[in-house]
């Protein structure tokens, strides 16, 4: 099937008579890189379900106004990167923990989860990167598994270029310590 460009999905969604059409292509065309997106994030297959629901209801809801200064999944990630954080913190204020505890938590749903079909080495990269602050894991993941350019993490979290570099490369340093320490070679 062809890949249907941003700017015709935006055309197609200002008309009402084709606005179904559009979203149904701009949800073809994004909803698995954000629901990984998400699900790397929030770690639960369900939490990352509903919040992937939301994150398309708000963009149903706003698209008429996105102003094409960014890209389309620019914009889109920004929204599911607000709503993960929001959602992450929610969670440490309900049940009363530091954000370490709820990295833990998610550690131990990773671990637990029925969904998640990684090797040894694939777990414990994931248990790597919920020790790291939250920042951190958030820049690994875009650039790492999202395969983003740092100019598009720099319009997606508001951050200069040089920020994410140094956050990049920490969070890796960490990685490959947590990773040695628990005697993973590769």
């Keep these: ?35 990984w997106h998400i699900r790397r994030l929030v770690i639960d297959h369900d939490d990352a379900d509903d919040l992937v629901q939301e994150v398309f209801i708000k963009v149903w809801k706003n698209l008429s106004k996105f102003r094409s ?13 607000n709503d993960c954080i929001t959602f992450l913190n929610k969670k440490k204020q309900r049940n009363n923990i530091p954000l370490d505890d709820v990295s833990a938590e998610l550690s131990e749903s990773l671990v637990a989860s029925s969904y998640f079909n990684g090797d040894k080495i694939q777990m414990k990269l994931q248990q790597a990167l919920l020790t790291l602050p939250e920042k951190q894991r958030l820049i690994f993941n ?27 490369h920490i969070a890796v340093k960490k990685i490959e310590v947590f990773m040695l320490n628990e005697d993973i070679t590769f």
């Design 69 to 81: 200064d960014s890209k389309l999944y620019t914009w889109i990630y920004r929204i599911a990167t």
């Design 142 to 168: 875009m650039k790492y598994y999202d395969e983003l350019k740092y100019e598009e993490i720099s319009d997606i979290l508001g951050t200069s270029v040089g920020a994410l570099k140094a956050s990049f």
């Design 1 to 35: 099937m062809k890949q249907v460009e941003d700017d015709e999905i935006i055309a197609k969604f200002s008309e009402e008579r084709t606005r179904n059409e559009a979203f149904n292509l701009l949800i073809t065309k994004y909803q698995e890189k954000t629901y």
